[in-house]
């Protein structure tokens, strides 16, 4: 028993605290690394590792931070995930930096401060329509599943009596088998300062569980994909075109189905990172500074029918119940793999680390590490299948330089397939992924390409591609590269590496991606300024 524990510097078991908030699956994934759960009115009250719990920590609960300790928010987050907010920085972020940088969200009204614009956007929208209107969702800004959301054409059915954001109601959905969904996109950030962002190559489709309709705008089972409001609904259980039972796949499946159609899921994802990476930018500037925490954000994206990413929220403490078969294979991964985010190292090594590590002796290169953990034989991990259908080792990255390609494969290659929708599935479909719009990805094409961005930043780095595997993930080192299923998004190269570290530069950072995103997606980038 003590044989399976996870062990700290000094040899002592590695504690988690938690409160009456904690997700379950957090609890149970640390037992199963060998944590010792922190006991509530025991001698040792600093005696623990990792604080983790669903609301905010108080500015004090910060400062007292010990070096062993680690909290799981971040201050000042909610600059990202209160809806009225997101869209004040990100209006911000355009208005310093320059057009088209909040084009991925909606068009966004803070109520009631933005009422006559919104008065004045409406009625110019109409005007503009010949009669026809365009369709308005108004959201409560600060609460989540669904609740109090109301979708509307007449400006006439608009109440509110908070704070609300109106949105521009996204009319063109990309639609699997004729029903609504969205993409719940996780992504870690390990430090603000220097900024220091991971995306999770595996994550959640969610689904409206009635067929989409716009000439029924009440009916929520059709325009919202919380699951929280179709898992009630009347067809959750009944097999649906295409969907299935439930209302939720994983991405991998998702991403599955879309290349089913030669649809380039590629690019899609190109555009994610970066609509995670500017959001994630518009507030890092404006964050406070704080030691040894991280956040674990669920972005919301929602894909139109020209597969056009856009961000509708960004949640704080996403969801972890585990309420379908897609929850459990994702979720508890995503628990095991943010635990080895932040503490860089596998389940198995964390014991033999951390002695090594309290004798002061081993420092192991993080591509050696990388490897050594990717290498491992007989596993099930999904960053090992994908490297064991590659035939790649990090090493081998090296052969990649300079550009960054983020790109989805390793959540398709990893995750085992639930199912990959075969024709017979697609006929069904009345409205399909937009086939004209593929460009080059074949499912086997993808794999090929590569997943592990920041090769030519760690030989750049030199000296210091060293990191002690048993020092938490900080803001001295080079950020690894990929922990389990999270892949490093930002930095992506030398120049926004340099751009962060003291202090950040968001005009260099913005240049540097604007460079990137006109590499990856050219003709994307020149179709979009021409619509402008
Ligand atoms: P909540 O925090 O209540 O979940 P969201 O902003 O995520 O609020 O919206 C809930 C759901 O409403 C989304 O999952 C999506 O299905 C739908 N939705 C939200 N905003 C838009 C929009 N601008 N266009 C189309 N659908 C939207």
Not at 324 to 332: I, L, N
Request: charged share 25%; hydrophobic share 35%; aromatic share 8%.
């Amino acid at each position: 028993m003590a044989e399976d524990r996870a062990l700290g510097p000094a040899g002592k078991p590695l504690v988690f605290r938690v409160d009456d908030s904690t997700p379950e699956v957090v609890q149970s994934v640390l037992l199963e690394r060998g944590w010792d759960k922190f006991e509530q009115g025991g001698q040792d009250v600093e005696g623990w590792n990792l604080y983790w719990r669903t609301s905010s920590f108080r500015m004090a609960e910060h400062a007292n931070i010990k070096p062993w300790q680690h909290l799981n928010h971040h201050p000042g987050t909610t600059r990202l995930t209160r809806k009225d907010h997101l869209a004040k920085h990100l209006r911000h972020m355009k208005k310093t930096y320059g057009a088209a940088l909040d084009e991925f969200i909606p068009l966004t009204f803070v109520m009631p401060n933005d009422y006559s614009k919104f008065v004045a956007e409406y009625f110019r929208e109409k005007h503009r329509a010949g009669g026809a209107r365009s369709c308005w969702i108004c959201k409560p800004a600060e609460r989540s599943r669904g609740r109090g959301i109301l979708i509307f054409r007449d400006i006439k059915d608009l109440v509110f009596d908070d704070t609300y954001v109106v949105q521009k109601y996204i009319c063109n959905p990309l639609l699997v088998g004729r029903y609504k969904c969205d993409l719940r996109i996780y992504v870690c950030v390990t430090g603000f300062q220097p900024l220091t962002i991971y995306i999770y190559q595996e994550g959640l489709a969610r689904f409206a569980t009635e067929k989409f309709d716009l000439g029924n705008l009440r009916n929520s089972h059709a325009h919202l994909t919380n699951s929280s409001i179709n898992k009630c609904g009347a067809s959750y259980g009944k097999v649906k075109e295409v969907v299935g039972h439930g209302c939720k796949w994983t991405l991998s499946r998702f991403f599955s189905y879309l290349r089913s159609w030669d649809v380039d899921d590629l690019l899609l994802w190109q555009k994610i990172n970066h609509v995670v990476i500017l959001t994630v930018l518009a507030i890092a500037p404006s964050v406070p500074v704080a030691a040894n925490c991280f956040e674990l954000f669920g972005f919301d994206i929602l894909v139109d029918d020209n597969l056009k990413p856009w961000l509708l929220e960004v949640n704080f403490s996403p969801a972890l119940s585990i309420d379908c078969s897609a929850d459990a294979s994702v979720k508890r991964k995503l628990i095991h793999d943010t635990i080895e985010l932040i503490y860089l190292r596998s389940p198995r090594n964390e014991r033999a680390e951390w002695r090594e590590g309290a004798k002061g002796r081993h420092s192991v290169s993080l591509a050696k590490l990388h490897a050594g953990r990717l290498n491992k034989p007989g596993s099930t991990r999904p960053s090992e299948a994908l490297l064991q259908r590659t035939g790649r080792t990090l090493e081998d990255e090296s052969a990649v330089k300079k550009d960054l390609k983020i790109c989805p494969e390793n959540k398709h290659a990893s995750q085992p397939r639930e199912m990959v929708s075969g024709r017979k599935d697609l006929l069904l479909s009345t409205k399909e992924p937009p086939r004209t719009k593929a460009k080059l990805t074949g499912r086997h094409s993808t794999y090929h390409k590569t997943l592990l961005p920041f090769m030519s930043l760690i030989q750049s780095c030199g000296g210091r591609t060293s990191v002690s595997p048993c020092v938490p993930l900080d803001s001295s080192n080079v950020p690894g590269l990929q922990a389990g299923n999270f892949v490093l998004i930002f930095p992506f190269n030398e120049a926004t590496y340099g751009a962060s570290r003291n202090g950040l530069n968001v005009r260099r950072i913005i240049q540097e991606l604007r460079k990137l995103m006109n590499k990856q997606h050219p003709h994307v980038v020149d179709m979009e300024a021409k619509r402008r």
